[in-house]
């Protein structure tokens, strides 16, 4: 990914990404639609309060609209897989499917900050998901930084 001629950004993935990307966001809708309890979610829904009443209050009022959010960002990178070039405000989007995609994928595989991805073992029942989050973590950061480069202008 690069900062496109006139603005966005220029999506340039190879079809085997396109084929894993296309699956992720399906799954993540099904875990919000289906298992709302599932504990990878908290990451992505921490508590606003510590306060018993007003986190259920908040709840009440922002829930539907929190995960309303979290659906339109995925529907974004599945309407937009593929296409070669990303508006702004897709590839925002696409950062936070992105960053939520990361967030339960780390979660359930107990990801910290001194997880080394780089040295894990082959055989390690977790490389593959592993590696999925550290391609999730990657292809983050070539968007941030080909959106840095339009606020730079």
């Known amino acids: ?11 340039r993935l190879p079809r ?11 799954q993540l809708r099904s ?12 990451r992505l829904f921490p508590p606003a309060y510590d306060d018993a009443e007003s986190e259920s209050e908040y709840r ?18 599945e309407e937009t897989l593929d296409e070669d070039r990303l508006t702004a405000e897709q590839a925002q989007a696409w950062l936070t499917a ?9 979660t359930r595989l107990d990801v910290r900050d001194d997880t080394l ?26 968007l941030v930084e080909a959106l840095e480069v339009d606020l730079q202008k």
């Open 117 to 142: 991805l780089g040295g894990l073992s082959p055989r390690d029942p977790r490389a593959p998901e592993l590696a999925v989050y550290a391609y999730l973590s990657w292809l983050q950061e070539q």
């Open 31 to 42: 875990l919000l639609d289906e298992a709302p309890e599932d504990p990878s979610l908290e």
């Open 98 to 106: 992105l960053n939520d995609l990361r967030l339960v994928l780390g």
């Open 1 to 11: 990914m690069d900062r496109a001629p006139g603005g966005g950004v220029r999506l």
């Open 60 to 77: 009440a009022l922002m829930g539907d609209e929190l995960l309303d959010g979290r659906r339109r960002a995925l529907r974004v990178v």
């Open 16 to 26: 085997e990404e396109r084929a894993l990307l296309r699956a992720l966001p399906a």
